[in-house]
């Protein structure tokens, strides 16, 4: 009781501004609460309380890595491993700088007094991520050279584009309950079980056991913030009032979650992984529509919250998403700052057995490249406006691509999801210029300039390699 006081009394009522100044409107506009000074926060921790627990977590993960690095744990991972984590890094880093800010804002702007307090230890976790990450990529230049300019690739290269937008558009958004509903519910609730818990299990069958304790140590602090996103969306719930605005961020960010993370990390357990044991699509039934649908939304119905609106569209997209993405990086292997590979026989085999249909959408395009056709093409494809992915879903052959128009302009979009999107926030978003407006009708060598491509990154992995 005496930590749930104290958390109380951070409110307090200023003398030199009104309320308004202090914490503007804008913030919450929308959400109704009768008195923001008796929101709830489960945990109440305290600073003290907060850094022993943190401290105890540091102390578990370090010596797991500092233990890899002295025993050439290396040795044991293959090599298409280090090409996967190469995507999945830089993307974990945009993500985590992102998260921190946005939970700094609402530290500084929720009415709320408890869960301000709440979103600051939050965006200290992201700090403790972010710093952990980097130990993780320090980890991996010691067997693979290609990490050491992930900086720039996050920063300049498209295939980090649907991260930067994404986070990024999160980071700044007006409303701090926004904020919540895309972060602690859609990234902490949906996705993260799938990344922090999923990936690593994966990590560690392929010998990766450093990364797979960061990650691990990294999804403790997540559960935290689930139970946050959790409490905050019931108690919003209870005003029937809010439930229409919930329900659009609802659908709005699991949809841009789906394909900011989603897709890329559905690659990692499908080709990254050469030591396989689940499929992409049996971790996403099992981590985002087991968990989180039957387990979180559905409870909520009573509230009248219903499930994401394109929940169906994101679930028929499952059996090919990870291969349509997969072969379409192929394609631009030699401007990518990883290397790609051709499957071996064996991940043949791991697909035509999980995913049924994999042979009649994607086994001729492998077929051909097994033939000696290299499918390389001369310019990016079209991006969509909204998530800045390739418009080649659910396969290239059939891609679902949507229009829209706005301000005497047409603006592109990869599936129903970003176009609806976009239809209800136009203002937002259609001056986003995506990179392939800025990249086409340059050669390769100009590309990779423009991407801060070192020599050496992209195109295939050598026969040598354990790939």
């Given amino acids: ?11 307090w009522k200023p003398s030199y501004v009104d309320l308004d100044a202090m914490y503007p409107p804008l913030a919450s506009a929308g959400i109704q609460f009768d008195d923001w000074d008796k929101w709830d926060d489960p945990f ?13 977590k540091e102390v578990g993960y370090h010596p797991v890595r500092e233990s890899f690095e002295r025993y050439k744990g290396d040795q044991h991972v293959p090599a298409r491993w280090y090409d996967g984590m190469k995507l999945v890094f830089p993307y974990l880093q ?7 800010r946005a939970h700094a804002r609402t530290a500084r702007y929720a009415p709320a007094p408890a869960l301000r307090a709440a979103a600051f230890y939050q965006s200290i976790d992201e700090m403790r991520h972010f710093q952990n990450h980097t130990y993780e990529l320090r980890t991996y230049t010691q067997a693979d050279s290609g990490f050491d300019n992930w900086a720039a690739w996050r920063d300049h290269h498209f295939a980090m584009g649907p991260a930067r937008y994404i986070f990024e558009d999160l980071m700044n958004a007006d409303n701090v309950f926004e904020t919540i509903m895309a972060l602690n519910i859609c990234v902490e609730v949906v996705f993260t079980n799938l990344i922090f818990v999923g990936i690593p299990s994966v990590g560690a069958l392929n010998g990766d056991t450093a990364m797979a304790q960061e990650m691990l140590t990294t999804q403790s602090d997540e559960t935290r913030h689930m139970a946050i996103g959790q409490s905050t969306l019931r108690t919003l719930l209870r005003d029937e009032r809010n439930v229409e605005q919930l329900q659009y961020w609802l659908d709005k960010w699991f949809w841009l979650q789906h394909r900011a993370v989603a897709g890329p990390i559905g690659m990692i357990p499908d080709y990254f992984a050469k030591r396989k044991y689940i499929s992409y699509q049996q971790m996403y039934q099992r981590y985002v529509i087991d968990n989180f649908i039957a387990g979180m939304v559905d409870d909520l119905a009573e509230f009248g919250l219903k499930q994401p609106r394109f929940l169906e569209d994101a679930k028929a997209e499952l059996p090919d998403y990870s291969h349509t993405l997969y072969r379409t990086l192929f394609q631009y292997k030699n401007v990518l700052f990883n290397q790609m590979f051709v499957p071996t026989d064996e991940d043949m085999e791991f697909f035509t057995s999980n995913y049924p249909t994999f042979e009649a959408n994607h086994g001729q395009f492998w077929d051909e490249v097994r033939n000696g056709d290299p499918k390389d ?9 909204m998530c800045g992915l390739p418009c080649v879903f659910p396969v290239p052959e059939r891609a679902n691509v949507q229009c829209s128009m706005y301000d005497g302009k047409a603006f592109w979009f990869c599936s129903n ?3 609806y999107i976009f239809d209800h926030e136009p203002y937002r978003y259609a001056a986003r210029v995506t990179m392939e407006k800025t990249l086409n009708g340059l050669s390769v060598p100009e590309i990779r300039s423009a991407m ?6 992209g195109g295939l992995l050598t026969a040598d390699k354990d790939i």
């Avoid at 930590?3 to 009394?9: D, G, L, V």
């Avoid at 109440?44 to 105890?56: E, F, G, H, P, T």
């Avoid at 093409?377 to 406006?385: G, S």
């Fill in 452 to 457: 801060r491509l070192t020599p050496g990154t």
């Fill in 417 to 419: 999801g970003c176009k």
């Fill in 94 to 100: 945009t993500a985590e700088v992102a998260a921190g």
């Fill in 377 to 385: 093409l001369p310019q990016l494809a079209m991006l969509c406006q």
């Fill in 1 to 11: 009781m005496k930590t749930k006081s104290r958390a109380k009394q951070l409110y």
């Fill in 44 to 56: 109440n921790l305290s600073y003290r309380q907060y850094i022993d627990v943190q401290a105890k």
